[in-house]
């Protein structure tokens, strides 16, 4: 379905190779927006969402960037600033799991999961503000339920989430005057890498706590990164969006 195009201008989308970060870079790009694929290590990934794009008819490059390393952030966003265009939009989906009960997990294990989901969010979104300061824009973070409500053997991800939120709504109340916007989508149990690497068992069981009965398709998510991101939530700004087939309802 081709989307009513937003305007010309770019969108930057860190973890934006797979899963619904490459699904929400190519949505952004059926609006008309110029995508940027930011990720971290798989080019190949990478490579293969900008060929999916330009083959549909869109505009997208590929940029390595780490979000835990903040100089590479800086990097990306001198980058985009380099191109035609003018950065409306970005998204930050970039993120990693480690699960295991807290008593037993290691501090790595801690670090690694919040340096990843929420410093490289707060990497990525002071970029973002000093990027569109004098334009505005849309920010828009990817969350999770688990965010919402503590997960047992997620304390790591459930506190690196919760702080995605807690961030989205501090930083929309600090940066609404300059026109941009800050929201989070918080996705339940999606069709992604990461829920494929749950044992089956398991996944069937979380599958049937769902009132809605299965598992998202990341482009489920993806539509409601692109309402965030575009002109039709104009009005919207701190917000948490729950894309979870009812199960925070």
Known sequence: MRAEVHDTGIALVFGGSRGIGRAAAERLAECGLAVVVA?????????DAVTSIRQAGGRAEAL???VCDEAAVR?????VAAMEGVLRTVVFSA???SDGLLATMSAESWSRVIDTNLTGAFHVSRQSVKAMRKTGGSIVLVSSTSGISGQPGQGNYSASKGGINALTQSLAKEVAGLGIRVNAVAPGFTDTDMLRRMDAKARAEYAALIPLGRVADPREVA???EFLAGPQSSYTTGQILAVDGGITA
């Open 75 to 79: 990097g990306a966003f001198r980058a």
């Open 64 to 66: 390595r960037a780490d």
């Open 223 to 225: 539509f409601a990164i």
């Open 95 to 97: 993120g990693v799991t």
């Open 39 to 47: 990720f971290r290590s798989d080019e190949t990934a990478a490579l």
